[in-house]
């Protein structure tokens, strides 16, 4: 179910009520726009591979997963630590 914007402002707010400066404000969307990024690297590994992470049931591929390295990214919100997986054929 998809939220408009004013629902998840709220949400936001209400999950954190120590947001009282812009300062917050910003960290607060950094810390979300972190962990949108590592789930969505997430996903497109899941769909790379064809499988979903621990679910062995399904995999039909030689490719797995191979652990993860740190990587930094930068944007307009400031560095992002990011856990970039690997995979091995």
């Known amino acids: 179910m998809p939220f408009s914007n004013k629902e998840l402002i709220k949400l936001i707010l209400e999950n954190n009520p120590d947001i009282k400066t812009p300062e917050d404000v910003q960290n607060t969307l950094k810390d979300l726009f972190d962990g949108l ?6 996903a497109e590994m899941d769909n790379y591979l064809g499988y ?7 995999k039909n ?6 652990g993860k390295s740190k990587k930094t990214m930068k944007s307009n919100l400031g560095l992002f630590d990011l856990d970039i997986s690997r995979f091995s054929f």
């Open 61 to 66: 591929t030689s490719n797995s997963r191979n």
């Open 52 to 58: 979903k992470k621990y679910d062995y049931n399904n």
């Open 37 to 42: 990024l590592q789930q969505m690297l997430e």
